[in-house]
């Protein structure tokens, strides 16, 4: 794909994330009206505390959310078939639902199917890039054993993995560290940081960390008490947007 230098992958418009409590009520507004913007090659951290939204707005930035108002628009577009969504962004969860009977590998390969469909699609090529997402978690020495023997931390890093390998433009992740010890935790945010450089990503990830904010990505949004605001990692702290994790 031929992209203009750094172009915008995502943009929210005057976007109000929210839920429904049931299938009658009208949707519940969690934040005010956002307007973001996530650019190719850079790395942003989405912090705030349990139950500001944060999951709410990856799910409605991927689609499995509808919003309350405004918009979600990849490369300047709102609609998209599920196929051509899934080639472009993915959201990556921790704790998500295990295959009993699926091993790691196969599990990783699944990331291709938006190319090569559900059975036997895949090609070399398929083939290849689930290899290469293999070896870029350092998952290989366990790739054939199944996913309910691994710990909660290798199953994190067998996720991310299925997402590279899916090799899409947007990556969205929430919490990929919340089960990793800190030299891993290390490892994760500076590959973060290698595929938005090396393949002009643009990558949102959620993390309570706020070492790993300022010091691996480019600029860091908080969302507290209903409201979002965003700034450059640089500058987060001198300008306040950190003043709620010193209280």
């Known amino acids: 794909m031929n ?38 090659g850079e790395v942003v951290a989405l912090l705030g505390e349990n139950g500001s939204g944060k999951s709410t707005f990856l799910k409605t930035l991927c689609g499995l959310l509808q919003p309350v108002s405004g918009s979600v628009l990849l490369q300047g577009k709102s609609q998209w078939t599920a196929r051509e969504r899934a080639k472009f962004i993915t959201l990556v969860r921790m704790g998500g639902v295990v295959c009993d009977r699926m091993n790691v590998r196969e599990f990783v390969g699944l990331g291709r199917m938006p190319y090569a469909g559900l059975f036997d699609g895949r090609n070399q090529e398929d083939e290849n890039f689930v290899s290469e997402a293999l070896a870029l978690l ?32 947007v990556l969205l992740l929430d919490e990929p560290n919340a089960f990793m010890d800190i030299p891993r935790s290390r490892k994760l945010f500076t590959l973060l940081q290698k595929l938005a450089k090396e393949r002009d990503m643009g990558i949102l990830v959620s993390t309570h960390s706020v070492e790993y904010a300022e ?26 947007l950190l003043d709620w994790t010193e209280g």
């Open 138 to 169: 350092e998952i290989e020495k366990f790739k054939d054993r199944w996913l309910t023997e691994l710990s909660d931390g290798e199953r994190s890093r067998v996720y991310l993995a299925q997402a590279v390998a899916q090799q899409v433009n």
């Open 215 to 240: 010091k691996y990505c480019d600029r860091i949004m908080v969302i507290e008490k209903g409201f979002a605001r965003c700034e450059r990692a640089s500058d987060a702290r001198a300008r306040g």
């Open 3 to 40: 992209l203009p230098l750094n172009p915008t992958l995502l943009q929210c418009e005057n976007l109000v994330i929210g839920y429904k409590q049931d299938k009658r009520s009208d949707a519940v507004g969690l934040v005010t009206p956002v307007d973001f913007e996530l650019k190719a």
